[in-house]
C-alpha cells in the first residue's frame, strides 16, 4: 500500500533523511519509533508530498505521489493532481487544526463538500456517523473550544476519515494531550486498527506500538537503524543504538 524508495531529504545544510525506504503493506500497522530529530516526522510528511524529497519517491496504492513518469524521467506533477493524490492519505497531527469558527461535523464536511463536491447533506450524515465512531455522536454542533484536547484530535481523526483515505498517518497524535485524555484517542487507533485500515504512527507510546503494530521501526540520525516485530524489537533489540533509546523510554 504504501513503498518509499531512498528517500532524501535537506534543510539548508542538515540531512535530515539520509536514503530511507519503507514498505507497509495494506491494513497493516507501522509505528515509528526514535529520539526527536531523528526523521520521523520527516519522512512521515515525506509520505503525502507536504514535504517534497530531494531524492526518491513513494507511491501509494501503486500511484505514486507528487511525481510523473514523462518517457524514463521522472517530473514533479502538477500542484492539482498532487492535490488529489494526497487525498487519499489521511493524516493527523500534533496540533488539532481545527477550524475555531466551524462546529465539528462542520471542521468533517469541509474537506469532502470543497475537494469531493459532496452534496452538505450527504456530508453531514456521514460526519454525524464518524463522530459517532469516534464517541462524539453528540457533539456534532459544539465548537472546538467547547471541546476537549482530546475531543478535538478525536474530529481532527474523524476529519481525516471523512475523506475515505487509503492509509492514515498519525504525528505523534497524543504528544500535546493531558495524559488523562491520552487513552481516548489511543482507543480511537486501536479500533482503527482493528478495522484494518493502513496506519503509520510517530509515537512514544511504546505499549500501543507494543500491543497494535505488525511492525515498530527505529529511526535516529536520519536513518532507519532496526526494524521488526513488536516483541522482538522492544523486547530483544539487536543494536545498541535502539537498546540505549529503548532503556530511556520503556
Known sequence: MVRAHRLRKWYGNVEVLKDV??????????????????????LLR???????????HVSIGGEMIGFRLAGSTLRHAP?????????????VFQGFNLFEHLTAAENI??????????RRAVARERAQRLLGRVGLGSKADRYPKQLSGGEQQRVAIARALAMDPKVMLF????????????????????????????????THEMSFAREVSDEVI??????????????????????CRTREFLSRHL
Open 21 to 42: 525506504s519503507l514498505d507497509v503493506a495494506a491494513g497493516k500497522v507501522v509505528c515509528l519509533i526514535g529520539p526527536s530529530g531523528a526523521g520521523k516526522s520527516t
Open 218 to 239: 527505529f529511526m535516529a540520525d536520519g536513518r532507519i537503524v532496526e526494524q521488526g516485530p513488536p516483541e522482538g524489537l522492544l523486547s530483544n533489540p539487536r543494536e
Open 171 to 202: 504525528d505523534e497524535a497524543t504528544s500535546a494531550l493531558d495524559p488523562e485524555r491520552v487513552g481516548e484517542v489511543l482507543a480511537v487507533m486501536r479500533e482503527l486498527a482493528r478495522d484494518g485500515m493502513t496506519m503509520i504512527c510517530v
Open 109 to 118: 464536511m469541509l474537506a469532502p463538500v470543497m475537494v469531493r463536491k459532496v
Open 79 to 91: 500542484e492539482r493532481e498532487i492535490c488529489a493524490m494526497r487525498s487519499d492519505v489521511g493524516m
Open 46 to 56: 515525506c509520505l503525502n508530498h507536504l514535504e517534497v524529497p530531494d531524492s526518491g
